[in-house]
């Protein structure tokens, strides 16, 4: 049984800080891709950041280049991101995947087999 959970959602001004967590279970997240995509109502589901354990790579859509970092604790087997300098534009529903083995297309949500539920982040002043 394989399961995703998101955390760390919620209300922030413009410019604050939210670390958002994906905690795996059923599935080590040591190998594979991992993700986090966001929605925002009436908008695609678009990724925001991948993580490739196989050699470290990272990706960042430009959305949120500079400003988001994705991590990963091996040992708590959870990918974080790190979300700095919020912006409106950033309020969006926010899930996290994996797939097992590398992937050139680490965005497009049919590359990945497990999902979480997805935590709310809102963006507001």
């Known amino acids: 049984q394989v399961q995703l959970v998101e955390s760390g959602g919620g209300l922030v001004q413009p410019g604050g800080s939210l670390r958002l967590s994906c905690a795996a279970s059923?599935?080590?997240?040591?190998?594979?891709?991992i993700a986090w995509f966001r929605q925002a109502p009436g908008k695609e589901r678009e990724g925001v950041s991948c993580?490739?354990?196989?050699?470290?790579?990272?990706y960042y859509a430009d959305s949120g280049k500079g400003r988001f970092t994705i991590s990963r604790d091996n040992a708590k087997n959870t990918v974080y991101l790190q979300m700095n300098s919020l912006k409106p534009e950033d309020t969006a529903v926010y899930y996290c995947?994996?797939?097992?083995?590398?992937?050139?297309?680490?965005?497009?949500?049919?590359?990945?087999?497990?999902w979480g539920q997805g935590t709310q982040v809102t963006v507001s002043s």
């Open positions: 995947a994996a797939r097992r083995g590398r992937t050139y297309y680490c965005t497009s949500e049919s590359q990945y087999e497990y």
């Open positions: 993580f490739s354990s196989s050699d470290g790579s990272t």
């Open positions: 059923g599935v080590t997240l040591n190998y594979g891709t």
